[in-house]
């Protein structure tokens, strides 16, 4: 059979992607930028808290001086001699204030006066390449809209310069520390920090340390040029790409092909199929859905071949007791014993008669549950009919069922009503089994904003806690004392359970107490979602 591929399939779309590649790798290292200048940034303006908690310090310790009435204050000439040097190791700007907010020193004004020249440092002559030199001027004009500094706040100097000015200032002088970012008038970014200089727990003065950013935009260019050489290199791996690509979409799709057919062939050793869902594309989504399948398949067949054991096992019981009956029956001449035997084995013929009803529902059960149409099914009605039912057929002494709907949304599912009605059928007839004569078994249905639950309730001694999840098994069977043996296959509850499962719910058993603390009943309990809530 052949398979048309569709013109414009995600596989296509792959190969154009991959020939796309270069300019994929451009983009995302233009966007990669505005992470990498911040972290940049960050570990700037850290170094600088770092100096300036450092200078704060030793200022603090050493030009701090306690006056009269055991007043700190700074020695200004100390501090004229201490900051050019503290200052000198770093490419960073110091200015001091005091208390009140003014300006008291600057380690540029002082590293000027000590020179007796005023310099500026000028940028080195651009000796770049033409390329270079083009996306430089491409990379400014997509500066404002990329870069994480386009909207900060400007950078002026008031030749009176005090602390209100800076507001990190402000926050030093109190004891804390701040920092603040800034643009200058020539695009440069300038990064301040302010911290407390302090003698005995007193703030004396505040420490203002800044410095240009021009080193994190040399570095921002730097990664800029090693894009450009990537995309050059990009060129080149997408032509190998390209014609590497039919390979590696082939070679699995042969290996999962030739897996699943070993599958179909096989017999004894299972088959494992190659997973390739490490690749996150069609071919890995290929590969789990190959492999989910096989293993519900080989989960298929061990429940096959477990229910076939079971069947077996459950059938042998009743042959064997046939067998023994008739072997006896040949040999006795007692007309009570023959009448003994005879009963003996009619009621094994009636246990096998149910047996092979239950299990023939049973394995046709999947089978009908995948090709049904599911369609709305009111189980508030399905409980009314099941409780109208058991009233007309019901005998004298035969428990009350009594149907109880609560207030709410529609009780409606989406399900296949004779299988949700076998449930309750099913539920209601072990109820009736475990029920004292002229009990009562309640159907209470209700219904949540997402789920409707479904419980039957009775009257009986309850169930041990052990068992609460081993009645659900295939063929287990604990009925009441007196009951005849037999009587029922042990398939109900399992059978129950596999159709509630297949309508996306769960069924639960658990015991009913009164205000003591003591069992007063059992209680099945199934929620299915409801119609119309969501997926």
């Known amino acids: 059979m052949r398979f048309r591929v569709r013109p414009f399939a995600s596989l296509t779309a792959r190969i154009l992607a991959v020939n796309v590649l270069a300019l994929a790798i451009l983009v995302a290292g233009l966007l ?31 030009a701090a001086r306690i006056e009269a009435g055991d007043r700190i204050e700074l020695d200004l000439d100390t501090v004229t001699q201490l900051l050019p040097r503290l200052i000198a190791p770093t490419d960073a700007r110091a200015r001091l204030f005091d208390p009140g907010g003014a300006l008291v020193a600057d380690s540029e004004r002082l590293a000027a006066a000590a020179r007796g020249v005023g310099s500026r440092i000028l940028p080195p002559p651009a000796d770049d390449a033409w390329f270079v030199t083009l996306w430089l001027r491409l990379q400014n004009g997509l500066a404002t809209l990329s870069s994480p500094t386009a909207d900060l706040p400007r950078y002026q100097e008031r030749i009176g310069q005090t602390a209100a000015d800076y507001g990190e200032v402000v926050d030093a002088l109190v004891g804390e520390r701040g920092y603040a970012h800034r643009i200058d008038d020539d695009g440069v970014l300038v990064l301040t920090v302010a911290v407390p200089v302090q003698r005995f727990k007193q703030v004396v003065a505040a420490l203002l340390l800044s410095a240009a950013g021009t080193e994190i935009a040399a570095s921002v260019r730097e990664v800029q040029i090693a894009i450009l050489r990537i995309f050059g290199v990009s060129l080149v791996v997408t032509i190998l790409l390209s014609l590497y690509l039919a390979g590696t979409i082939a070679r699995p799709i042969r ?45 298929r067949l061990d429940a096959i071949e477990a229910f076939a054991a079971d069947v077996a096992h459950e059938l042998r019981n009743p042959l064997t007791s046939v067998k023994s009956a008739t072997e006896t029956l040949a040999r006795t001449a007692d007309p009570d014993r023959q009448r003994s035997l005879i009963a003996l084995i009619q009621a094994d013929l009636k246990r096998l008669d149910r047996l092979i009803s239950d299990i023939s529902d049973a394995s046709r059960l999947d089978a009908e549950l995948a090709r049904a149409a599911f369609g709305p099914v009111d189980l508030g009605r399905i409980a009314t009919v099941m409780a109208e039912i058991h009233a007309a057929t ?42 004292p004569p002229g009990g009562v078994i309640t159907l209470a249905v209700a219904a949540a904003e997402d789920v409707v639950d479904l419980a039957v309730e009775d ?21 009441p004392s007196g ?53």
């Open 32 to 62: 990669y930028l505005d992470a990498f200048q911040r972290g940049l940034v960050e570990a700037k303006t850290e170094s600088l808290f770092t100096q300036a908690e450092m200078i704060a310090g030793a200022l603090g310790e050493g």
């Open 255 to 299: 290996a999962l092909a030739a897996a699943a057919d070993r599958v179909r062939r096989g017999f004894g050793e299972r088959v494992t199929i190659p997973d390739f869902a490490g690749r996150g594309d069609e071919i890995g989504a290929l590969s789990r859905s190959l492999g989910a399948m096989t293993r519900a398949l080989y989960q």
């Open 394 to 435: 019901a005998g004298p002494s035969a428990p009350t069922v009594t149907v109880v709907l609560a207030a709410g949304p529609p009780f409606i599912v989406d399900g296949i009503e004779d299988r949700l009605g076998q449930v309750v059928r099913n539920l209601v007839s072990n109820a009736v089994s475990f029920s």
């Open 459 to 479: 009257q009986g001694p309850g169930i041990p806690d052990d068992r609460l999840e081993r009645i659900f098994d295939r063929f287990y069977s604990a009925r």
């Open 483 to 535: 009951e005849a043996f037999g009587q029922h296959s042990g398939l109900g509850l399992s059978i129950s359970r596999q159709i509630v499962a297949a309508h996306g719910g769960v069924i639960r058993a658990e015991n009913r107490h009164d205000a003591q603390g003591r069992v007063t009943g059992a209680r099945f309990v199934v929620r299915l979602p409801r119609r119309g809530a969501g997926s």
